[in-house]
């Protein structure tokens, strides 16, 4: 809205998986993580660290959307012990959940947004005069794959406890056919989108394939977004989203979140290749591609991922930690973007969905 203070949102971030993972206190800066894990690295680390409060508010990361990420057993990534059940799907997330409700609870500057009223006292930290020893990091408890929900009414527990966005899928789920399993929704996932538009949950098609995800976004009448998917024009592979999907959610009203992540940025990329030959401008490129093709600088934004999965070795050569993601504003703006476009970009357009969503 006119009058938010200039924030960044992030509408993806592992926070839960890397602490439960490898030991990483989100309290402390990407470069504390560093040095400790340059000595003792935990086994099967994702790569470099880049997140951590200090280096969000020294970035005005303002909101972060965090994760409830568990991965099935055939797919379990780094050193996670994957779940075989759905019951053990949701033991695992309740652990991730925990993680949140501690970091709100022994940090000031952490609130989790639940509510409207939780959002802008967030906001209002952030408003201009306010001392940088003020502002707060809001996060809002999404579940990425939603196989830790046992059945489709026990989302009702699930948005009790504070989650207020749900992915269906990650790979294949009980719900969904998702990336690198290709399928349609099944009958508990139609159940599931019944339910969570009952709360007027935020219904998240990352990950979902083609067929599922133009019937999730047919069916589902709540708000929706695409929290960590680029388009397909530079990253031709079913996990991101063709011209048309991208219009499809922009119809919806919907966001899509960029991913500063170089596999997701170029065609054939390889961990191989050296971070300096992607520079941030494929980000630009990313984000004025949606625009392009939906119109409209609305219906874009930022969905870092970033420690999910990947590092800092793999990220666009001019960002370090996540405190540089303000960096793409000011590419934007040499692009020729206006600084109403700019800063709906950065954060507004999420915001905006943030709160058609939550309860007051």
């Avoid at 994702?46 to 951590?52: D, Q, V």
């Avoid at 699930?158 to 294949?172: D, K, N, Q």
């Amino acid at each position: 809205m006119p009058g938010d203070p200039q924030i960044i949102l992030d509408a993806h971030e592992d926070i839960a998986a890397n602490t439960l993972l490898f030991g990483r206190d989100f309290t402390e800066s990407a470069y504390a993580k560093r040095k400790r894990e340059a000595v003792n690295p935990p086994p099967n680390l994702w790569g470099t660290a880049i997140t951590g409060l200090p280096d969000a508010l020294l970035g005005r990361v303002g909101i972060i959307f965090g994760t409830l990420f568990v991965a099935p057993a055939w797919a379990a990534m780094g050193g996670e012990r994957g779940y075989e059940t759905s019951a053990e799907a949701y033991k695992m997330a309740l652990d991730q959940i925990d993680v949140y409700y501690r970091l709100a609870e022994t940090n000031e500057r952490i609130v989790l947004v639940r509510t409207q009223g939780e959002l802008e006292s967030v906001l209002a930290t952030w408003a201009d005069g306010v001392d940088f020893e003020a502002h707060k990091l809001g996060l809002v408890i999404s579940i990425e794959g939603a196989d830790s929900i046992p059945e489709p009414q026990a989302f009702e527990e699930w948005y009790e406890r504070g989650v207020r966005a749900v992915g269906l899928a990650w790979s294949e789920t009980r719900y969904s056919g998702g990336t690198h399993r290709p399928g349609p929704l099944t009958g508990p996932g139609r159940e599931l989108l019944e339910v969570m538009e009952s709360f007027n949950a935020i219904l998240d098609v990352s990950h979902t394939t083609d067929e599922s995800f133009y019937e999730a976004i047919e069916r589902y009448g709540g708000p929706v977004i695409a929290s960590h998917s680029n388009p397909r024009h530079f990253c031709d592979t079913e996990r991101h989203l063709s011209d048309d999907m991208i219009r499809r959610l922009a119809e919806r009203g919907g966001v899509m979140g960029i991913v500063p992540y170089n596999a997701f940025l170029k065609n054939g990329y390889t961990s191989a290749e050296k971070k300096a030959k992607t520079p941030l401008s494929v980000v630009v490129a990313a984000i004025d591609h949606v625009c392009q093709v939906t119109g409209s600088a609305q219906h874009v934004g930022i969905g870092s991922d970033f420690d999910g999965g990947f590092g800092a070795e793999n990220i666009p050569a001019e960002l370090d930690t996540v405190a540089d993601l303000r960096l793409i504003g000011k590419a934007l703006a040499g692009h020729g973007y206006n600084a109403a476009d700019i800063s709906g970009i950065m954060g507004g357009n999420f915001l905006r969905i943030l709160r058609a969503s939550l309860p007051r």
